[in-house]
């Protein structure tokens, strides 16, 4: 069965960076592009961007460039998102989702917190 | 960017009640829209594909309709289950965008 599974939750100070994984099972990796999402305490759901799982090519929301980064490992069917200098408001939960909205195909990761705190 | 404009962003409601939220896109996205159900502390599932299709194994009480700028999710019975926070989302550009969410809570 199609699988998502993301790393453990992480409690970074401000500035630190921090790299969440997302393991893919169950289906052709490279065949579905790889989302992500984030959701602040509370708050509604806010995309991210996206990965070409064939190419590795991202493209980024506006409000998401500069310390976001997107990456793959397709060897390992693996996605990782980056985040770089790390801010209080990045506090929230990280999904990856690997959908197609012209068809069924919708499977989501169970989320990774990541707190920072100092 | 396309935005989403979802409203309600809450409705109280009844087990047994017919509840509707809408979707409206700033410019047409033709039929790329879907709806999501999220319950606290859960991942988003997803009820509705292409404004219309409903997702394998969810109930036939959930309908999408709509197409261009404005899009509905119906619940025909509401179910004690259903009380959740309800998300559209645009795929029509290849920069996506959620709507603003729509917490469904119990009467």
């Known amino acids: 069965q199609v699988q998502l599974v993301q790393s453990g939750s992480e409690l970074k100070k401000p500035g630190a960076s921090v790299k969440v994984s997302c393991k893919a099972s169950?289906?052709?990796?490279?065949?579905?592009?790889m989302n992500w999402v984030r959701q602040a305490p509370g708050q509604g759901l806010e995309w991210m961007g996206w990965?070409?799982?064939?190419?590795?090519?991202?493209t980024y929301a506006q409000g998401f460039t500069g310390r976001f980064v997107f990456s793959l490992d397709t060897s390992v069917s693996t996605a990782y998102l980056q985040i770089s200098s790390l801010k209080a408001e990045d506090t929230a939960v990280y999904y990856c989702?690997?959908?197609?909205?012209?068809?069924?195909?919708?499977?989501w990761g169970q989320g990774t917190l990541v707190t920072v705190s100092s | 960017d396309i935005q989403m404009t979802q409203s309600p962003s809450s409705l109280s409601a009844s087990v047994g009640d017919r509840v509707t939220i809408t979707c409206r896109a700033s410019q047409g996205i033709r039929n790329d829209l879907g709806w999501y159900q999220q319950k606290p502390g859960k991942a988003p599932k997803r009820l509705i594909y292409?404004?219309?299709s409903l997702q394998s194994g969810v109930p036939s009480r959930f309908s999408g309709s709509g197409s261009g700028t404005e899009f509905t999710l119906t619940i025909s019975s509401l179910q004690p289950e259903d009380f959740a926070t309800y998300y559209c989302?645009?795929?029509?550009?290849?920069?996506?965008?959620f709507g603003q969410g729509t917490k469904l809570e119990i009467k």
């Open positions: 292409a404004a219309s």
């Open positions: 990965i070409n799982t064939n190419t590795g090519n991202p």
């Open positions: 169950g289906y052709t990796f490279t065949s579905y592009a």
């Open positions: 989702a690997s959908f197609r909205g012209s068809s069924s195909f919708d499977y």
């Open positions: 989302l645009q795929h029509n550009s290849y920069l996506y965008t």
